[in-house]
């Protein structure tokens, strides 16, 4: 079981399966809401996952040309989870959403192109220049 909390605590979720993926993503939307570096996700089953709160989203075409629906607090603007046009089937959480102690850290880093030339990406990461394959077997 995971759980997910905002700043503010207005926004909650319990999540219980085990993600798909657990990501690093460079691309440049990306850094536009990371404050320059990637952000880390792990991407659930959409039926695992359960929210409490209000959610506000943002929806834009991604690097992909997939529309990603950004969805964040809209009281303390914690980024909580993305969504995908092309895999409605997961949920992207965010890592920083996820309450301490969840254990999960990032095995695939994705958009390196994109990422600043001051960028270090863990070399023992799969690494993806652009969009990866579509993740098919769990793993953590
Ligand atoms: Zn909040
Ligand atoms: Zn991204």
Partial sequence: MYYGRCACGQVKATISGEPVAVRQCWCRQCQQIAAGGPTNNAMFREQDVRFSGELASHDHVAA????????FCPNCGTPVVAQSSARPQF???????????HGLSPRMAIWTADAPEWARI???????????????????
Avoid: I, K, W, Y
């Fill in 91 to 101: 949920r992207t959480m965010r890592l920083g959403f996820l309450e301490p102690g």
């Fill in 64 to 71: 992909s040309g997939n529309v990603l629906t950004r969805s």
């Fill in 122 to 140: 863990d070399p023992a990461l799969e690494s993806h220049e652009g969009q990866p394959p579509a993740p098919t077997t769990p793993a953590r």
